[in-house]
């Protein structure tokens, strides 16, 4: 059974950076053909997704988000990060990793972790 779970700064100042760390336990992040993505959902709104990265370590992002954005991993930790640079109140969200296969179907979910940007 894979599981995931976030961990974040849970308050951010606007124009600061945002980090969250994403540790995966039951499965290797390297195992091949799986992605590992970040997914948002503000308040009152749907589910936002920021980008991927794969076993292979290369990464995807959404082109509607702004540049600033960075997801990396670390194979020795089994984990996944996630950095937003010149955060804005409108990045604030609850933060989900996840996990899918090639065929996109996300099967395992962490918890989600609030983030809210304000001064």
């Known amino acids: 059974q894979v599981q995931l779970q976030e961990s974040g700064p849970g308050l951010v100042k606007p124009s600061q950076t945002l980090s969250a760390t994403c540790t995966v336990s039951g499965g290797s992040i390297t195992t091949n053909y799986y992605y590992w993505s970040w997914i948002r959902q503000p308040p009152g709104k749907g589910l936002e997704w920021i980008g991927d990265i794969a076993y292979s370590g290369t990464t995807y992002y959404s082109p509607s988000l702004k540049s600033g954005t960075s997801i990396s991993s670390y194979t020795s930790k089994n984990q996944f990060t996630l950095q937003l640079n010149h955060v804005t109140p409108e990045d604030t969200a609850v933060y989900y990793c996840?996990?899918?296969?090639?065929?996109?179907?996300?099967?395992?979910w962490g918890q989600g972790t609030q983030v809210t940007v304000s001064s």
């Open positions: 996840t996990r899918h296969s090639t065929a996109r179907v996300y099967d395992y």
